[in-house]
């Protein structure tokens, strides 16, 4: 841990056939066409980070579970010599040292390392 980078994260991604989404041929009120946790894969460990909130996300319009909803807009900085460019991806799952779990919704790389723009999942 740093004092720039104070938190600790694991990057999670959803296996490829989770990514589909499911859809039943007769919907009841136990089909979920969410991603599960069990679907992921854990790609990058204990990465050191900075958990920043940036604002509202706006209304929520969805009902699944592992959708994002008005939870907010989040930030996560990464140290460039903790992961390389191109190694996390949108869509992929960042759950926190508080088990806090975010969408990346749009993984940008600079000279200073990895800035996440994420959401925050809803469970």
């Not at 460990?45 to 939870?71: C, F, H, I």
């Not at 088990?99 to 919704?105: D, P």
Request: charged share 25%; glycine share 8%.
């Amino acid at each position: 841990m740093s004092f720039l980078y104070p938190r600790k994260i694991d990057v999670r991604r959803p296996n490829s056939h989770a990514a589909l989404p499911r859809v039943p041929a007769v919907v009841t009120a136990l089909d979920y066409g969410g991603v599960q946790r069990t679907d992921e894969t854990t790609v990058l460990r204990g990465l050191p980070a900075s958990v920043q909130s940036k604002g509202s996300a706006g209304e929520r319009n969805n009902s699944l579970p592992s959708d994002t909803g008005a939870t907010g807009i989040w930030e996560i900085l990464i140290p460039r010599n903790s992961a390389k460019c191109g190694q996390i991806k949108a869509r992929d799952i960042i759950v926190d040292d508080l088990g806090e779990r975010y969408q990346v919704t749009f993984p940008y790389w600079n000279s200073l390392g990895y800035k996440l723009r994420c959401k925050l999942l809803e469970v």
